[in-house]
């Protein structure tokens, strides 16, 4: 069948069909925010595990293989989208800059949020609060190398994130990374007894209640994203479904 065959209302559902598949390869990953949503919860199940402060596994601290947990749903979901949802070929949506500074504010957010943790690792160190070579045994001590992982993070952006959910489950995995990896370094490199008499205290308290909200509220945006995704997903089946066939 071609374009000639096709009456007035045809023509304009293929159309409408057209825009739609091109708004989705620009925007939408389907089962890919869906796996963001899954990978997201299982790493909070997993960071939560009694084990997993000086867990090993393969001779190799847990947390080296964490750390590439974002890198890993990002091959996934290249991988994926290309298998899945490029079997029209590819379609250039319209520009919509509304929703291109919506996803910019993801990013650039999390541009920020990054340098600022690389910031305060380099000044940790040069004002001594964190020192490489502690006197005493440290703590499930993390490889040096994993105080580059921030500035890995920033690498694939913005080219690698096409929408707003893609975006946003990216941030979510790499701010899982970096608040997990915050407290090796703590205690591996931090001071072996706290700077004031008095502990920690209320920031302790503090922290251990923001870690617990966050926590929360990751396991909430994980459900919802895994529905999302597989909406989405249905939303693209149902696209290719309503394609004109040939007679």
Known sequence: ???????????????????????????KSGLATALGGLMAVVFVIAAL???????????RLFIEYLVWVPFLWLAVKGLGSRILYRRLGLVKASPDGTYERRRWFWILGLALFLITVLLAGLYAFASGFLQAHQPRAALCP???WIL???FLYLL????AIRGIEEARAYVVLVGQSILWLLPFFIFSFGPPTPPL???????????????LVLIY??????????????REHREYLAMLRALPREA
Do not use: C, E
């Open 142 to 144: 993390p490889p040096m």
């Open 217 to 230: 509220v990751v396991l909430i945006w994980g459900a919802l994203a895994m529905v999302r995704g597989w």
């Open 156 to 159: 694939p952006m913005p080219w």
């Open 148 to 150: 580059l992982m921030p």
């Open 1 to 27: 069948m071609t374009t000639t065959d096709l009456n007035g209302p045809d023509l304009a559902a293929l159309a409408a069909l057209t825009r739609d598949y091109a708004a989705f390869q620009a925007r």
């Open 197 to 211: 008499k008095t502990g920690w205290g209320i920031f302790g308290d503090v922290m251990g209640v923001s870690i």
């Open 49 to 59: 595990s009694p084990n997993f402060m000086g867990a090993h596994v393969l001779d």
